[in-house]
């Protein structure tokens, strides 16, 4: 892409807590295409621009200290790549799969990659419900794409018989986890877990934890599988090296499509 170093918000003190000095170099190169080619062509609005390292890039590395290593993460609806492509950047271990159905955000996210050289990410045109079936990851992150209920249906299909959903939530989070209870006996989905996940790794929500406010600090929504023994694992298992997963007791094989390769 173009020379993109000016305009760019300077590196604050919160990000060089959160990314090694390896990858400070990437994501700066990174919150610089935002801030130009990502503004230009519609992805993040010219308002984020001087927010994008806490609001965007920090937030979205906070959830780092909460993916076991070398996992297979999927981020669905990572519209510019928020949280997907900066954990990315900030853990190579990973193996990312960025999951979006719109052309242009792909098509950004694509010279994104190539731009800055990333070997462990892969970028998929499609909705979440047409990668159901065709692969599955250890963890499945959002940010900001759907209400919990919705997520979760979404989802729980992608995530391996020991993996978790981890979706990035607000001050509602509570609220919506209330509103998905009546779901998760028929799912099979175990009850969602709200935790904090920041530099003092993830800790449980449950009243007896103080909630942190700091930008490297936020609260997630996870859930698990009530009982992995019962995700089935006759599904196809293009992209996944673990077993791959069908959801709970009756909902095998509904909503499959073919995802669009966006790269
Ligand atoms: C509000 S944006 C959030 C983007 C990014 N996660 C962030 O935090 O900045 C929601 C994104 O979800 C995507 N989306 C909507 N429905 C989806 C679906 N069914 N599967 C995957 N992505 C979807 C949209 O195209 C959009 O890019």
Redesign the pocket.
């Known amino acids: 892409m173009n020379d993109v170093s000016r305009g760019t918000p300077p590196v604050p003190d919160t990000a060089r807590g959160v990314f090694s000095s390896a990858a400070l170099p990437v994501v700066e190169r990174y919150a610089a295409l935002l801030a130009t080619e990502g503004v230009v062509r519609g992805l993040?609005g010219p308002r984020e621009v001087p927010r994008l390292w806490d609001r965007?890039l920090v937030n979205?590395m906070a959830l780092a200290p909460a993916l076991a290593d070398g996992a297979r993460v999927c981020?669905?609806?990572?519209?510019?790549?928020?949280?997907?492509l900066v954990l990315a950047i900030g853990r190579p271990d990973l193996t990312v799969t960025l999951?979006?159905?719109?052309l242009r955000?792909t098509t950004f996210l694509s010279e994104v990659v190539e731009d800055l050289g990333l070997e462990n990410v892969t970028v998929l045109r499609?909705?979440?419900?047409?990668?159901r079936g065709s692969s599955t990851f250890d963890v499945v992150t959002?940010?900001?794409?759907?209400p919990l209920g919705?997520l979760l249906e979404?989802c729980m299909p992608l995530t391996s018989a020991h993996g978790h959903v981890l979706a990035?939530k607000g001050s509602r989070a509570a609220e919506e986890i209330r509103t998905v209870r009546p779901l998760l006996g028929r799912n099979g989905w175990a009850p969602p877990e709200l935790v904090q996940v920041g530099p003092d790794g993830v800790l449980l929500l449950d009243g007896t934890t103080t909630p942190n406010e700091d930008p490297s600090t936020v609260r997630a929504v996870r859930v698990r599988w009530a009982d992995p023994a019962r995700v089935s694992s006759s599904v196809g298992r293009a992209g996944s090296s673990g077993p791959g997963t069908t959801p709970g007791p009756g909902r095998r094989g509904r909503g499959s499509g073919r995802p669009r390769p966006g790269r």
């Open positions: 993040i965007h979205s981020d669905v609806g990572t519209g510019a790549g928020l949280p997907g999951v979006e159905p719109l955000r499609a909705r979440a419900e047409e990668v959002s940010r900001a794409v759907a919705r979404w990035l």
